[in-house]
């Protein structure tokens, strides 16, 4: 499914060579090689389908008693999931793919997923460096792609289905769903100069560093896949959400075969465990 935002909208990566590759939020490079549906599929065997293949078992990680409760680590569990997690420029713990779709603080029961707000049965505690927050959270913070079962003084992890991945045999795109994700009507004038021209200065950026969380580019020189479009799109008077599962819910859905320069695709795939 792909999102237009230039009448058109989404996050992932630009609908251009160069910025495909600049980006830096494709699983798959190869799933987008058959744009115009002339060629036949292109098969490239991803880092997370290479980690599937080779961890057959759930990933499963420890419990901590602390004050009486369980915990579990927030880097135990962004590797048992195949996420990514640190601490962040402004003291928070960032987990998530490719940008952080969670931010966590010490003390704070609250935990920020973009607009929304989770609450923890207790707060998080910082430990010898590490961010650990109630195992009894789990399940509201990542239950919609993790399947979760305790065994003792342990937690396994596994991935729930989400059909065929992304990346396998280069599975197409699915039509247009009216009412779906992307039901926005986010709009400029003169769609197709503007996207030549968000493309011409994206490729501007190509060799900046990428960052996990970074802050804003002014202050950082570095990007990561979704701040790099926010910026980029904000040029434009666009306003985008910092993540990019935030990002996927504006503009209008389209099919495969409307492709066109400038748009921006999402990759949906399964916990590389």
């Known amino acids: 499914m792909r999102n237009r935002i230039l009448a058109k909208a989404a996050c992932a990566g630009i609908v251009a060579s160069a910025l495909l590759t600049s980006a830096g939020c494709t699983d798959n490079p190869g799933d987008t090689a058959d744009l115009s549906q002339r060629y036949a599929p292109v098969r490239v065997k991803s880092a997370e389908q290479t ?8 990933s499963v990680i420890k419990l901590r008693s602390i004050h009486r409760t369980g915990y579990v680590s927030l880097s135990d569990v962004a590797k048992a999931a195949g996420y990514t997690g640190k601490w962040l420029a402004d003291g928070s713990y ?3 793919d ?8 010490t003390g704070d029961s609250t935990v920020h997923a973009g607009g929304k707000q989770t609450k923890l049965p207790a707060p998080a505690v910082k430990e010898a460096g590490g961010l650990y927050i109630p195992a009894a959270g789990l399940p509201a913070l990542f239950g919609n792609e993790l ?3 305790t065994n003792g003084d342990s937690i396994s992890l596994l991935p729930r289905a989400f059909g065929q991945d992304a990346g396998h045999g280069g599975m197409p795109f699915a039509d247009a769903a009216p009412g779906g994700a ?21 490729q501007k950026f190509l060799g900046v560093k990428y960052d996990f969380g970074t802050g804003d580019y002014r202050q950082t020189g570095k990007f990561d896949c979704s701040s790099f479009v926010q910026f980029l799109f904000a040029d434009k008077g666009i306003q985008l959400p910092r993540v990019a599962r935030d990002q996927a819910e504006r503009g209008t859905s389209v ?9 921006l695709m999402f990759f949906l795939r399964t916990r590389p465990l």
Do not use: N
């Open 182 to 202: 992307g039901r926005g009507k986010l709009r400029i004038a003169s769609a197709s100069s503007d996207a030549a021209d968000i493309i011409a200065h994206g």
């Open 94 to 96: 960032g987990l998530g």
């Open 98 to 105: 490719h940008d952080p779709r969670w931010t966590f603080r």
């Open 51 to 58: 980690k599937t293949d080779e961890m057959s078992e759930s």
């Open 147 to 149: 399947a979760m079962r």
């Open 255 to 263: 099919s495969r075969s409307e492709l066109q320069p400038g748009d």
